[in-house]
């Protein structure tokens, strides 16, 4: 039997970031440029974040990126950091350098038993009136709707 959502809400203030993020982008010359991406968890140790995905924006006179592609995380464990690093070539044109407007990095999850909100549910008594018999247990999930983070 598929379980349903009994409650969906949203939250715009007092919420727990379950990531942190930190950006650093070095300008190597006019046609070179380094990030490094460092997120760490900071949700609790026992969770787990799944479906992580970290959108990096390159500016539109990328001509190549290097960055290593073999470091997947199938579970981001709560507690703990990775750190992406990428090398980025430019194509070299003659006129003056243009200032790169950095759009916000953004990212995709789902934090199973996580609660952004911090509010739980301390009860829970269901009523089946065919007499059939309930399991009654709560299950919390974070996904990201829109998680941007300014450089």
Do not use: H
Not at 3 to 18: D, H, Q, W
Not at 50 to 60: A, S
Not at 111 to 123: E, H, I, K, Q, Y
């Amino acid at each position: 039997m598929k379980s349903r959502p009994a409650k969906r809400y949203r939250i715009t203030e007092g919420v727990n970031l379950p990531f942190r993020v930190l950006p650093t982008i070095k300008e190597l010359g006019r046609t070179r440029m380094e990030v490094n991406v460092k997120v760490k968890g900071v949700f609790g140790a026992k969770m787990f974040a799944l479906g992580v995905v970290v959108k990096i924006p390159v500016p539109k006179q990328t001509a190549k990126t290097n960055l290593p592609s073999d470091n997947w995380i199938r579970k981001f464990p709560g507690q703990t950091e990775s750190t992406l690093s990428a090398e980025i070539e430019l194509i070299s044109t003659m006129g003056e350098k243009k200032s790169w407007t950095r759009p916000p990095i953004q990212m995709e999850f789902q934090v199973p038993m996580f609660t952004a909100s911090g509010l739980r549910v301390r009860f829970l008594k269901v009523w089946e009136k065919s007499g059939y018999n309930t399991v009654e247990w709560v299950r919390y999930i974070t996904k990201a709707g829109s998680y941007e983070i300014r450089c």
